[in-house]
Structure formats: C-alpha cells, structure tokens
C-alpha cells in the first residue's frame, strides 16, 4: 500500500504561520501599549486593555480584508504597509522551505487562513472580519505561487517579458512616489496645522504618526492614480485627478494636507506620462536582442501585467474610513486599469515598434524602394524627352 507523503507540505504550512501570526503580535502590542501610556485619557472612557487588543486584532483584519467597527464606525481601507509586510514576509519563507509544487502552495494558502480564522473566533473583534480569511488564503497563495514560480508556472512568454514588466513596475512606483513627495512637499504646512489639532502630547504624536505610516503605500497608490487620470475619492462626492479636482469636508487626517486643492487639473501631464513610457519604450527595445515580433509580444504582456498590478493595488487601497459619506474612497480599479493601458501600454509598445532595427530597416527599404522609383521615372521621363538624334540624320 502507497503511503502518501505530506511532510513538505508540512514544512511549507508551518513556515507560512510566521507571517500573519507576527504581524497581529505586533498590532495588538502596539494598540495595548498605546492605550496603557494614554489610559488616563477622558477620550478613552471605560475601555480596558482587553477592548484594545479587540480594537488592535480588527486593525490587524482590514490589512487582510477585513471590517471592523470602532465605536460604531465601519473600517475597512487596508493598511498597505502591514498588508505588503505580510505579502513579503510570505514570499521570503516560502523561499526558504523552496515550495515548488501546488500542494505545498495549497498548504501555505491554508495555513494562513486558519491562522486568522482561529485569532478572529478567539477574539472575537467587532466588525466583518471574516472577509480576513478569504484575504489571507489570497495572500498566501500569491506569495507562495510567486516564490514557486520557476517550478509550476510554465508561460515562457511571461518570463521572456519580465525585463520590460520589471522596467514598467519600477517606473510606475517611482512615479506614484515622485508625486506623493511633491505632495506632501507642497502641503507641509496644512499637515502639520492638522497635526496640531491633536492635543496628544509626545505619546499621541508618535502613535499617530505610526497609524499614518501604515496607511503610507495607499497614498503612493492614490498618487499615482491622480497621475494617471482614474483618480481617486475620499468620501462620496470628490474626486481627485490630474484632470480636475472636486472636493468636500474631509477628516482630520495630517497626510489628507496633503491633497490638492480644488482647480481645473493639469491635463497637460498626461502628455508627458505617455512620452515618458514611449522613450522608456525605446530604451527597453535598444536593450533587446530579439525579433520585432518578438519585442512587441514583450512590450503587450509587460503593460497588461503592470496594468493589472496597478488595478489590484487600486482595488486593494479603496474602502471605508468613516460613516456614511466617508464610506467611499480609493480609485475605481477598472479605471484605473484601462487609463495605465493607454497612457503606459499604449506608448510603451508604440517606442517598440517605431525603434525596432527590423521598422528602421523596413522604412528605410522602403524609402529606399520610392527613391529608385523616382530615379527610374524621371529617366524614362528624360528619355521621352530626348530627340532621336539617327533619325534626323
């Protein structure tokens, strides 16, 4: 009788603990540290720690997904840094075991979503947390199939590509990043005049200060889709792009300074986002050694991979940070996928075509081709011209 083997499975799901189990360490520690430093606090009322472990364990589930509900206002907008920490975290154990088969993927995906299923029974935080598990088995299966990729993905046409989606990806995020520092460069002063609003002393600074770091990835996110015109909302009734900006009350958030003010847009920009990826168009073709036809397969496969990378991001950083109105923010991810297709894609294959050796040498036949044309034309045309001098004679 055939025994089966389940120990590298095993292996793989016992590694794939470490990251969610750390992480929620981690935030429930913060938000009981929080509260112990400011328990004396009138804001905090008759909550005990018990109710900031809660609090800490619900934050702890919108990085995976999830809702919570605190003092009866529903959160569910992902804090990305802790989202992308786990994601990352996943990835370098998964590595590490060298998960190669869809088995060991299957078990860490598992792994993961029992681990939220059991602290989210055993704490029991206010809010739809269940969401969590959903996103933890989507997170682990991500991370372990990319770590095991070599080994169960066999599309030799994405990895042919992955040059050219690394230099988009790279490019992309520099961006997103540029604009969030011009950002929040431009409205310092009104960060820093909403942080003051908080009377929290050394401790309240720091802790809020860590709360927004949290949320950090999601404003390089929103950057970003301001930059490429899907823009984003932040609240029912606004929205934020580089073809205009409609606003609204907003909460007192310090990095929300850092929104733009109401105004016609830019417009213009789009235009050099789309030179910018046509030049890096032509940069990553001189880089190739390869056939028009295949360059231009690169070059589609490279902007519908950053597309999409871009659109779940988009999805990933919409969701409530409030009641009612506040129950909308983020860009809409369809949006946002097909705009980053024209104004990235679009250029990007383009720079290909028009700076492939193969177009420049099929031009130049060509021109070449119309020349001799012109050539042989205008001596026949000399030729008709021409008396027949033998028959004069």
């Known amino acids: 009788m055939k025994t089966i083997d389940l120990s590298r499975e095993i292996v793989a799901a016992r590694g794939a603990l470490a990251a969610p189990f750390f992480t929620w360490l981690a935030m429930v520690t913060f938000t009981i540290a929080f509260y112990t430093l400011s328990a004396s606090a009138p804001m905090l009322g008759d909550n005990t720690w018990t109710d900031a472990a809660r609090l800490g364990t619900g934050w702890w589930m919108t990085a995976l997904g999830g809702d919570t509900d605190v003092t009866g206002v529903r959160i569910s907008l992902m804090p990305l840094t802790i989202t992308l920490i786990i994601i990352y975290a996943s990835y370098v154990a998964c590595r590490r075991r060298e998960v190669s088969s869809w088995s060991e993927i299957a078990a860490v995906a598992l792994a993961q979503a029992a681990v939220v299923g059991v602290i989210g029974l055993t704490v029991r935080p206010e809010g739809a947390w269940w969401p969590a598990v959903i996103g933890a088995f989507a997170i682990g299966f991500a991370a372990a199939t990319f770590a095991a990729r070599y080994y169960v993905v066999r599309w030799e046409w994405l990895y042919l590509a992955s040059d050219r989606t690394r230099l988009l990806l790279r ?223």
């Open 171 to 393: 490019a992309l995020a520099l961006a997103g990043t540029a604009v969030l520092v011009l950002a929040v460069i431009m409205g310092w002063s009104r960060i820093v005049q909403i942080h003051g609003y908080y009377l929290t002393g050394v401790v309240g600074s720091v802790g809020l200060v860590l709360f927004q770091i949290a949320y950090l990835p999601v404003g390089l996110v929103w950057a970003l889709a301001w930059l490429m015109g899907a823009g984003f909302a932040v609240g029912a009734g606004t929205q934020f792009s580089v073809l205009g900006v409609e606003s609204a009350p907003l909460p007192a958030i310090p990095l929300l300074g850092a929104l733009p003010q109401v105004s016609d847009g830019l417009p213009w920009v789009l235009g050099v986002v789309a030179a910018v990826f046509l030049v890096l168009g032509v940069i990553a073709t001189r880089r190739e050694d390869t056939d028009l036809k295949r360059s231009l397969i690169n070059a589609a496969v490279a902007a519908i991979v950053a597309a999409l990378v871009v659109a779940v991001l988009g999805l990933m950083t919409t969701g409530a940070i409030g009641p009612e109105r506040m129950a909308t923010t983020g860009p809409v991810p369809a949006e946002l996928f097909g705009l980053t297709l024209l104004l990235v894609g679009l250029p990007f294959v383009l720079g290909t075509l028009v700076s492939h050796e193969d177009s420049i040498a099929y031009v130049r036949g060509r021109a070449d081709e119309q020349k001799d044309k012109r050539a042989r034309a205008a001596a026949a045309q000399e030729s008709a011209e021409t008396p027949d001098r033998s028959v004069d004679s």
